[in-house]
């Protein structure tokens, strides 16, 4: 039965990889990052890119094409079904690199995305193609002098830090999954375990060192002459640079274990699930020690070959006597399975099934759809159920693997920072929800109808709010208002700063800011 809790980590892997004022006056011309397409080599040659780059890069890096051992690994993704088009992958050795390699495809009209491991979900990145800019080998973690904080490179993933700070007696805020790229979890925010103590990811950035478009490095933060740069690099950064480099907040590692219980309930508690979890929660009020709440509706054939069972797991910083007291009312809901332990941060990663190792870091092809809640509308998550069940039933081929996820972080820390102060638009959106299938050769569209009502089942459920999606979890086809925040002012900052930064738009990839002439 533990098993079935690897597959709860799953949604926690939408994740992406790396990526203001008043709005100027409009030209007689349109601006370029409004032109379309710059012009790109069709064809790239690898001893071309070998003969004209390799020569000047550190020692280390690599450049090379489909043809290489190394390639399937270097150009993995979570979701196998949004592929980018990548010809030629350079995986640079050294953070200077990486503005060179930017430098060389700027001169040749050649496009270029950054990888770190790969879990963007969205579908924007299939309009990709050109050379990728692989970070795998920036991997240091380093504590500075005072352990205030740590530089982490940009191919850092969750594991990795987390084992690398645990083990020299700190923690951060961190994504919850353990092979998602750590920095490209904060450019979108970054939920987490930590949250409720410290914040998102981003709330955590103290330096960014950064490419820009032109190839520049430079370095941003909150007081710098980039102070307006650093502001959207915390909610929207996929748009604006490439980050070689973070330096984040640390913290004392004071608490030793994480306690967790995990629950698999039938059908029949749905509605004392969900008004139990709506009396633990609030709005907004998760105990800040209880850094996660994650659940899934999903047809397991050793429980129930037809219909769905409800999986959910708890993770409360501390021991099982404090955490069982804040679960006294899950415990009372019969169960069919249920298991707790007390484990060390890195091992919870593991009993949470969103290690590395867990399958839930597998890659397959997905389609889906996600929506952000304050609550839970219980009349709509039965008819989500209820969705799902007769999906199931229709779609046998198609949907017995499809799944409704649920993610619930305490955000205590996160909501005493001033909204305004970062481009991330959704700290009063508490709750994360979204579906996922795989695809099936020849069904696609069925699966973008069924993932639409599932979106629309929950936007229903909350009638007076705006939809809204949070961008590491956004599959493409959101309107930039529901990633980037409805507030106008946002989004005149944001393409301000666009304008400035990234006047090409070059970093379009990824759920973009500003979209290409006829893309939606």
Request: hydrophobic share 40%; glycine share 10%.
């Amino acid at each position: 039965m533990n098993s079935l809790f690897s597959i709860v980590a799953c949604g926690l892997l939408l994740l992406a990889t790396l990526g203001t004022a008043a709005p100027t006056a409009v030209p007689q011309h349109p601006p370029p990052y409004l032109q379309g397409t710059p012009l790109t080599r069709r064809d790239l040659s690898v001893d071309q890119v070998q003969r004209e780059l390799g020569a000047l890069l550190s020692e280390g890096s690599l450049i090379f094409g489909p043809s290489n051992p190394a390639w399937d690994t270097a150009t993995e993704r979570w979701n196998s079904y949004a592929m980018p088009d990548i010809q030629i992958v350079v995986q640079v050795n050294q953070e200077e690199d990486v503005s060179t390699v930017v430098k060389y495809c700027n001169d040749n009209s050649i496009e270029f995305l950054a990888y770190a491991r790969g879990h963007g979900f969205t579908s924007t990145l299939t309009r990709f193609r050109g050379i990728e800019i692989n970070l795998a080998r920036l991997n240091k973690v380093t504590i500075q002098t005072g352990g205030k904080s740590a530089v982490i490179q940009g191919g850092s993933y969750g594991d990795l830090v987390i084992g690398a700070l645990w083990d020299a007696g700190y923690v951060a805020a961190t994504g919850s999954s353990g092979c998602v790229g750590f920095a490209g979890v904060g450019l979108g925010g970054g939920f987490g375990r930590y949250q409720g103590q410290y914040g998102l990811v981003s709330d955590n950035f103290v330096n960014l060192n950064v490419i820009l478009a032109d190839g520049s490095a430079i370095q941003v933060n909150e007081t710098g002459s980039h102070s307006d740069l650093f502001w959207a690099m915390k909610g929207a950064g996929h748009n604006f640079a490439i980050v070689t480099s973070v330096e984040v907040r640390i913290y004392p590692r004071n608490i030793e274990t994480w306690h967790y219980h995990n629950y698999i309930w039938t059908q029949g508690q749905l509605e004392t699930v969900f008004e139990t979890l709506n009396r633990f929660q609030g709005v907004g009020q998760i105990p800040p020690l209880m850094g996660t709440n994650f659940g899934q509706f999903s047809v397991e054939p050793s429980t129930n070959e037809t219909d769905p069972v409800i999986n959910w797991t708890f993770a409360y910083a501390g021991p099982a006597e404090e955490a069982e007291e804040l679960l006294v009312e899950f415990n009372r809901i019969d169960a069919i399975y249920s298991s707790q332990g007390d484990v060390s941060y890195p091992d919870l990663l593991v009993a949470q099934g969103t290690a590395s190792s867990s399958s839930s870091c597998a890659p397959a092809p997905i389609l889906g759809s996600t929506a952000n809640l304050q609550t839970y509308n219980v009349t709509a998550q039965r008819e989500v159920y209820e969705l799902l069940r007769e999906s199931t039933k229709l779609y046998p081929d198609l949907t017995a693997n499809a799944r409704v996820f649920y993610e619930g972080y305490s955000s205590a820390a996160t909501q005493k920072i001033d909204p305004a102060s970062s481009a991330y638009a959704h700290r009063d959106e508490y709750l994360v929800v979204f579906f996922t299938a795989p695809v099936v050769a020849g069904e696609e569209d069925l699966v973008r109808q069924l993932s639409r009502e599932f979106r629309a089942l929950w936007n229903a459920g909350q009638p007076g709010r705006l939809p809204t999606a949070y961008v590491n979890h956004a599959v493409g086809d959101e309107p930039v208002e529901w990633m980037y925040g409805h507030e106008p002012w946002r989004l005149e900052r944001l393409r301000a700063l666009k304008a400035k930064y990234d006047p090409s738009n070059r970093f379009r990839f990824y759920n973009p800011i500003i979209r290409d002439a006829g893309t939606t």
